[in-house]
T-cell receptor
Framework: GAGVSQTPSNKVTEKGKYVELRCDPI?????LYWYRQSLGQGPEFLIY????????DSGLPNDRFFAVRPEGSVSTLKIQRTERGDSAVYLC?????????????FGPGTRLTVL | AQSVTQLGSHVSVSEGALVLLRCNYS??????LFWYVQYPNQGLQLLLK??????LVKGINGFEAEFKKSETSFHLTKPSAHMSDAAEYFC??????????FGAGTILRVKS
């Protein structure tokens, strides 16, 4: 079956621009997670959704970052007024539900480069 | 807050040799622990996980890890390295609500 997909795979933008990153989770997975992976580091948690609501957004670095999941499936991570420090690979993952023992399935990521 | 430390950002072994990737964690509650592998230009793939029960966990591709509470460790091992094992490996601990806290990763190089 289809895994987690993310679009675009690469995004190059200029400082100050607005970007949207999309995640399509595995069908039937109610929990969805966003992580950010900077060069040479492990992924860092940003936000997760249980259904349509953001259950924990404590990892979002500031109010320029926002994410939605309006119908409980596809999610969009939105970054306003991008800065060079936002350059990273943004990873999306989904799992059956929020239980801690459930495996998270990761997408291939979107590589964001802010010039 | 929970944290993960992976000793050695790069590990190099010869083909056929033992693979040992070290992971230590910090957690105030009984942890759920994971090892993920990331091949170039691919997403993270789960190798194995520890939740409860048997402390020696077997995963895919011949890898296993042992949960040692007294040492707060969850080291990953494989008896005999294969060229196809070359990748980056991440240890992670699950916090309440299932968000994962990752270590910085260890790049495994396998020499022929």
């Amino acid at each position: 079956g289809a895994g987690v997909s993310q679009t675009p795979s690469n995004k190059v933008t200029e400082k100050g621009k607005y970007v949207e990153l999309r995640c399509d989770p595995i069908s039937g997975h109610t929990a969805l997670y966003w992580y950010r992976q900077s060069l040479g580091q492990g992924p860092e948690f940003l936000i997760y959704f249980q259904g349509t609501g953001a259950a924990d957004d404590s990892g979002l670095p500031n109010d320029r970052f926002f994410a939605v999941r309006p119908e409980g499936s596809v999610s969009t991570l939105k970054i306003q007024r991008t800065e060079r420090g936002d350059s990273a690979v943004y990873l999306c993952a989904s799992s059956l539900d929020r239980s801690s023992y459930n495996e998270q399935f990761f997408g291939p990521g979107t590589r964001l480069t802010v010039l | 807050a929970q944290s993960v430390t992976q000793l050695g950002s790069h590990v190099s072994v010869s083909e056929g040799a033992l693979v040992l990737l070290r992971c230590n964690y910090s957690s105030s509650v009984p942890p759920y622990l994971f090892w993920y592998v990331q091949y170039p230009n691919q997403g993270l793939q789960l190798l194995l996980k520890y939740t409860t029960g048997a402390t020696l966990v077997k995963g895919i591709n011949g890898f296993e890890a042992e949960f040692k509470k007294s040492e707060t460790s969850f080291h990953l091992t494989k008896p005999s390295a294969h060229m196809s094992d070359a990748a980056e490996y991440f240890c992670a601990v699950s916090e309440k609500g299932n968000k994962l806290v990752f270590g910085a990763g260890t790049i495994l190089r396998v020499k022929s």
